[in-house]
Structures are given as structure tokens and as C-alpha cells.
């Protein structure tokens, strides 16, 4: 039996990031700085939903694509890491994706970004989409067949397209911050309005997925689980462990990107001022 075949697009804006890509004929880097798009998509304001609408994206014949930043494995330090994704996709079925991040709860958006929910809602409605309550990955970082990605490339450049018909390239949501709660319309730490439309971005893939009811996305750690019988004795070891009130011993794994890094917002910079 031929062994599926796997590419994952690493996707960086700097000469650093693009560096720390796997290297190996699984893996392609992406400068998201010269990709071929339509001047309206051009930009860091759309991050790295610049590929989905580009003609780079298209340019794969592997069976299963994958799509992530440069930063996977700090924004995911839980094993597998990036260079150990393409193993394990190659178990997958044509009707399950990975996904190290998995939103269960879905599309409501206002939780970091207010606003946004009835964006989505005027997308979804725009286009007949029928959302379903099911696990979708976060943050444009996943691994499906590519039929599925195919199917994403299709749906997702007209989805932006409306959007930016609707609002150009300022649809009305605002931030709130995670460390305090106060709403800006700027943002704060890591995610401020310099990519204001990536972050919309993101969300529209996770409303295709969620519309896909013959898709099925797993956290790596759920899906590799799924594959090893030594993993499959060692849960229900754990089961046994648990029912019997017994400590069960798991590792830590702490990111080491921030969400809170950068300034603080203006609250959370009055409420920690000095007394004077």
C-alpha cells in the first residue's frame, strides 16, 4: 500500500522566522511577504490568511495539506511537534483533519474580539452556511486532505471578499483585553489592529470547518492516542488510577509566546501606576 503523501506550508514574514521551518519535502516555507495576490489582499494587515488567498496555495498534489506559522512550536509546546505532524497525518482518513488548538464552542467570537459574532453571523447568513457544533482549529493551524483544502481555498476568498466589500478593510469589532477585560478599539500585547483583519481571517476558516459535517478534527496528542495500543493501554491505566482516587502524573508544558506580551492596555497600565 502506497504511504500518503503530506505537505504542511510554514508560513513567516521574517528572514528569522522562516529559518526555524522543518526542513524535508514534507515541509515548504512561506514568505508571506512575496506571495502572488490580488492588490487588495497584499499587506501584514491580513498575517497569514494572505495564503489562503493566494496562487501559491494552490501549487500542492499531496494527499493531506497542512498550514501553520513559523511559531508552531511555541505557540503548541505539547508534543508532537511540528517535524512529527507529517507521521502522523499519514494515519489519517480522508474525513479527519489535526488541529493542536480545537474551539468547541462556536461562532461566538466576542469572548477577544466584540463585534465580531455578528460579523460571522452576516457571513455565514450571506453564503448558506449552516454552522454546526463541532471542533474546528484555531488559528489557521490544522492538517486536512486535500480536498478538504481545496474546498477551504474556494470558500475562503469570497468570504474575505465580502467582507472587505462590506467594510473594506476595518470590519466593526474591537479588542478586549485578557489580562483586565476593558474593551479598545487598538488592542493591546500581541494582538493590537495592526493585523486587524487577520484576525477576522482566522475566524472565517474555523466557519468553513464548521459547516463541513463530514469533518472531523483531532488535537495531535487525541489523534495519536487513536493509533498506539501502548497509548490506549496507558489511558485506561490512568481510568483505573482515577476511579480508585489515585494521583494521575502529567506533564507540564507552559507556551513560551505570551498572548499578554507587549505594552499593557491603558487600564491595566492606570490600575498598576505608582501612587504618587
Excluded at 479588542?175 to 477585560?181: E, K, L, M, Q, V
Aim: proline share 9%; charged share 20%; net charge positive.
Amino acid at each position: 500500500m502506497t504511504r500518503p503523501t503530506v505537505k504542511i506550508f510554514v508560513a513567516g514574514h521574517t528572514p528569522e522566522m522562516l529559518s526555524t521551518a522543518p526542513r524535508g519535502s514534507d515541509f515548504e516555507a512561506v514568505d508571506l511577504r512575496s506571495l502572488t495576490v490580488a492588490a487588495r489582499f497584499a499587506g501584514n494587515a491580513f498575517a497569514e490568511s494572505r495564503f489562503l488567498v493566494s496562487d501559491e496555495a494552490r501549487c500542492v498534489r499531496t494527499d493531506y495539506v497542512g498550514f501553520c506559522s513559523a511559531n508552531y512550536d511555541k505557540k503548541f509546546p505539547r508534543p508532537p511537534h511540528l517535524n512529527g505532524l507529517p507521521r502522523l497525518a499519514r494515519y489519517l482518513h480522508p474525513g479527519d483533519g489535526l488541529g493542536p488548538a480545537l474551539a468547541k464552542k462556536w461562532p461566538n467570537a466576542d469572548g477577544d474580539h466584540p463585534g465580531m459574532t455578528a460579523v460571522l453571523q452576516r457571513v455565514a447568513v450571506h453564503f448558506g452556511l449552516t454552522v454546526v457544533d463541532q471542533p474546528v482549529p484555531w488559528a489557521n493551524t490544522f492538517v486536512c486532505h486535500r480536498d478538504e483544502w481545496f474546498r477551504l481555498l474556494d470558500a475562503f476568498q469570497p468570504m474575505l471578499t465580502a467582507v472587505l466589500d462590506w467594510y473594506d478593510s476595518e470590519p466593526p469589532y474591537r479588542y478586549r483585553c485578557r489580562r483586565c477585560g476593558a474593551v479598545t478599539d487598538t488592542g493591546c500585547g500581541r494582538y493590537t489592529n495592526a493585523r486587524h483583519i487577520a484576525y477576522l481571517g482566522e475566524r472565517l476558516t474555523m466557519l468553513h470547518f464548521a459547516a463541513r459535517t463530514n469533518l472531523r478534527f483531532f488535537t495531535p496528542p487525541a489523534f495519536r492516542q487513536r493509533t498506539s495500543g501502548v497509548r490506549r493501554a496507558r489511558t485506561r491505566l490512568h481510568t483505573m488510577m482515577k476511579a480508585r482516587g489515585l494521583r494521575v502524573p502529567r506533564p507540564h508544558f507552559a507556551p513560551s509566546i505570551n498572548p499578554l506580551d507587549g505594552p499593557p492596555c491603558p487600564r491595566c497600565k492606570a490600575q498598576h501606576a505608582p501612587a504618587i
